[in-house]
């Protein structure tokens, strides 16, 4: 096994590159993906148990980061938010508490909201980030931030991308029939689920505003959900 | 952060494979407890097997009318799924009670089950912890207590399992299947999560390198009617400080079947067979319920921050089952 896990990986698109050793030594993170898969490639062959002290602790990956593909090497130990903000310069997911509970990091990942927090960027290869700087692609912004701006949902903004982010999912998952505690139990399973300001408030208890502009988040999302009436939408 | 490495298992056998042959790798699902212990330095493994993406990702209908959950489907889908909702609804109900919306789309069945305590000492890796690091003692059973356990404890651990959705599988009589390097076996959810003893480290009856592949769950039609009952220090996005979970059919004022389990109150689902017994067979009335719920924590044995528990769970699973009795258009 050891020596072999990395290429085990490789094949399925994990994309192990680099090896480190455990003491200390740290390889130049801008070092061309070549060269490192060049050297991935000599030591494959080294004898198992040799390589042992000696296996991949970064690994490169490609995702699709608001309709751009990117490719980044990263320790494996890199959160998803970490990747985007340090290392891909993509600074509108925020970092609150960084333990899931604040809810300023939510991204959508192949389309569900997500704490990017508690997500390892390793684990998240080939698959699609949306932050809320890119929920339009026209460049305009998306009806959710319009509501947002419209009804003064925010004061510092410190946690409104991940708000406006989570809200876009309230949307989608209401739409396809994902029910929340507090939806009547006679709606059809697999029915759009109409959001009522409870059932806006339940579903957003995940993401906190310090600055407590909630009714407005409320009304901002009451907003669109009445402008988009919800449509199964899968 | 202890450097680890990362490897995304092939098949189920081959991620067991993986992780039975060094002691130090874990299993890697949605991530959502694990990711945090890594940053807090509760857990430090040095190999991370991935079983997230494996095929284990669906709900499918077993032929005698019971489901069989994979252990990587999400909290989230198994909440909307319409036999879940419609034959299982205290499973629904469970889940959608716990965590946030973001979190349920990430966390996975077998993650769930085996997510670990919330208790303070445990995630504070600067204080002793029999579970984190055993012997160094346990400083909740003097210390901030008001969360932790009032049934099955012991002096060397008072945490509680935060799992929702783990009661109501307690309720229903689930079945975990796990594959380990010497094959697959079934353990019944009563016998998967222990209660801390003198071996508090132990959350599971798993062995090393088991891996949770589904979770199955017999027909059950008095399940029909079942719910999940919370009660918390806030109205969402909080861990239960008791919770009920139950199931009752009651045919012409009399109690046919009842399964009743308790959450927040134990290092386990706690199964409150007492008092199901106390119920079987008898009429249902208020005062019964609460008779039962009484013989239930008898064996209560409250810390010093948390005896408001006792009467607590007691008015739970009263107001929990007369709420069924309701539902099914009856009165008690």
């Known amino acids: ?234 | 952060m202890r450097p680890f490495t990362y490897e995304r298992a092939l098949d189920p056998a081959d991620a067991v494979a993986r992780v039975a042959a060094h002691p130090d790798a874990a299993y890697l699902g949605g991530g959502t407890n694990l990711v945090d212990h890594l940053r807090l330095g509760v857990a430090a493994p040095g190999r991370l097997v991935d079983v997230s993406r494996l095929a284990l990702d669906r709900v499918e209908s077993r032929d005698d009318g019971g489901l069989r959950i994979g252990a990587a489907v999400r909290n989230s889908d198994l909440a909307a799924h319409p036999s879940v909702r419609h034959d299982f609804p205290v499973l629904s109900q469970a889940l959608l009670a716990g965590a946030s919306g973001q979190i349920r789309n990430m966390a996975t069945t077998a993650g769930n089950l085996l997510q670990r305590t919330r208790c303070r000492y445990f995630q504070d890796v600067t204080t002793p912890c029999n579970k984190r690091e055993p012997g160094s003692g346990c400083p909740a059973v003097e210390g901030r207590n008001r969360t932790l356990a009032i049934l099955g404890a012991s002096e060397h651990c008072v945490a509680t399992h935060p799992s929702d959705m783990a009661v109501a599988l307690a309720a229903l009589d689930a079945d975990v299947v796990v594959l380990g390097p010497s094959g697959e076996r079934r353990i019944p959810m009563a016998d998967l999560h222990r209660l801390p003893g003198d071996e508090p480290a132990r959350d599971t009856t798993l062995d090393p390198g088991e891996l949770i592949t589904a979770v199955e769950l017999a027909p059950l039609p008095a399940a029909r009617r079942s719910a999940y009952r919370k009660v918390r220090d806030r109205a969402s996005y909080a861990f239960a400080l008791v919770s009920v979970a139950a199931v009752l059919e009651v045919e012409d004022g009399v109690v046919r079947e009842v399964r009743i389990a308790l959450g927040g109150v134990a290092h386990k689902p706690w199964r409150a067979t007492r008092a199901e017994e106390a119920l079987r067979g008898r009429e249902a009335t208020a005062e019964g319920f609460r008779a039962a719920a009484e013989a239930e924590l008898g064996a209560a044995r409250p810390l010093s921050e948390n005896a408001f528990k006792v009467p607590m769970a007691r008015n739970a699973i009263t107001a929990t089952l007369r709420g069924l009795v309701r539902a099914a258009g009856e009165r008690a």
Do not use: W
């Open chain 1, 1 to 234: 096994m050891p020596g072999s896990a990395g290429r085990d990986a490789s094949a399925y698109g994990v994309g192990v590159a680099f090896a480190r050793c455990d003491d200390g030594y740290t390889p130049d993170v801008h070092e061309a993906a070549e060269t490192r898969e060049t050297r991935e490639a000599g030591e494959a062959g080294v004898a198992s148990g040799a390589t042992e002290a000696m296996e991949a602790t970064e690994a490169k990956l490609t995702l699709t980061v608001d309709g751009s593909a990117r490719t980044v090497t990263v320790d494996t130990r890199t959160s998803l938010l970490d990747a985007l903000r340090e290392r891909l310069g993509v600074t509108s997911p925020k970092k609150g508490c960084d333990h899931g509970q604040c809810g300023a990091c939510t991204v959508l990942l192949d389309g569900r909201r997500t704490l990017s927090c508690l997500s390892l960027a390793v684990a998240q290869q080939g698959r699609d980030v949306v932050t809320a700087s890119g929920l339009d692609d026209s460049g305009d912004l998306h009806p959710m931030q319009e509501a947002f701006v419209e009804h003064d949902a925010l004061q510092c903004g410190y946690c409104t991308p991940g708000q406006i982010c989570s809200a876009v999912g309230v949307l989608e998952e209401a739409a396809a029939g994902h029910p929340s505690l507090v939806t009547d139990p006679d709606v059809p399973a697999g029915s759009a689920v109409p959001l009522t300001d409870d059932e806006i408030r339940e579903r957003m208890s995940g993401n906190l505003c310090r600055c407590g502009a909630y009714v407005d988040i409320v009304a901002a999302i009451r907003d669109v959900a009445a402008q988009r009436p919800p449509v199964p939408s899968r």
